[in-house]
């Protein structure tokens, strides 16, 4: 029995990779280097900031010279403005309401950087919508080391077991599957099917209403 379901941010519940690239494409504008398509922002991202600026940096030709300058930058711009044209997918809230309903806990945990995890849901969600939201800290590793899902689950009250994972990229499945959780992969995200697959997910959907079938009844 299910009984709560932990959430990546960025392609899962929220659009956001204009976000995103919006800032990571004025810091490299910063540094001369030629700012990168949106879309390419959906491989950049999904393993935190600092992998994101090396990765954009390193399509974009630049000298990593400057990536630590680039990273400490980005994350200062994006503290300030983490919402530009950020929104809800079609169907997520109205799932996620349904799951309360069903007595579900609910949690968002992200590579995002903490204090902008808390913004970007809280502005789309409201405060209090969600039971735990966790960004990114440097008391915790990186996903998909399993050990900040194990560390939302405790404070959800629940165990791994009890927990459906839901994500959109690789990172997402290799976390979820690590710490012995139920993983189900989304498809309105940043990452297509294969790598899903590939990553052991456990479930795949393509509409958010899909998961209150796998979470099932009330509990």
């Not at 949106?38 to 950049?44: L, P």
């Not at 007595?103 to 039971?131: D, M, Q, R, T």
Request: hydrophobic fraction near 40%; charged fraction near 30%.
């Amino acid at each position: 029995m299910y009984r709560a379901c932990i959430f990546d941010l960025d392609g899962t519940i929220e659009d956001t990779v204009e976000s995103i690239a919006y800032v990571a494409n004025q810091v490299l504008e910063h540094f001369q280097m030629e700012p990168q398509p949106v879309d390419d922002f959906r491989y950049f991202a999904g393993d935190g900031a600092d992998e994101m600026m090396r990765r954009c940096m390193t399509a974009a030709g630049g000298d990593l010279k400057y990536l630590e300058e680039g990273r400490a930058m980005f994350r200062s711009m994006f503290a300030v403005n983490p919402l530009y044209k950020v929104k809800a997918y079609p169907g997520v809230r109205e799932t996620l309401e349904e799951l309360k309903n069903r007595g579900a806990k609910l949690a968002v945990f992200s590579n995002k950087p903490h204090g902008a995890a808390i913004k970007a849901v809280e502005a789309i969600y409201g405060e209090g919508f969600f039971h735990v939201i966790q960004g990114q800290e440097d008391r915790l590793p990186k996903k998909p080391a399993p050990e900040g899902a194990w560390e939302v689950a405790a404070r959800l009250g629940v165990k791994p077991e009890e927990c459906v994972y839901i994500g959109d990229t690789n990172t997402d499945m290799q976390t979820g599957n690590a710490a012995g959780m139920t993983t189900v992969g989304v498809l309105w995200g940043f990452r297509d099917r294969k790598e899903l697959e590939e990553n052991h997910a456990h479930k795949i959907i393509s509409r958010p209403e899909e998961l209150l079938e796998i979470y099932g009844g009330r509990v």
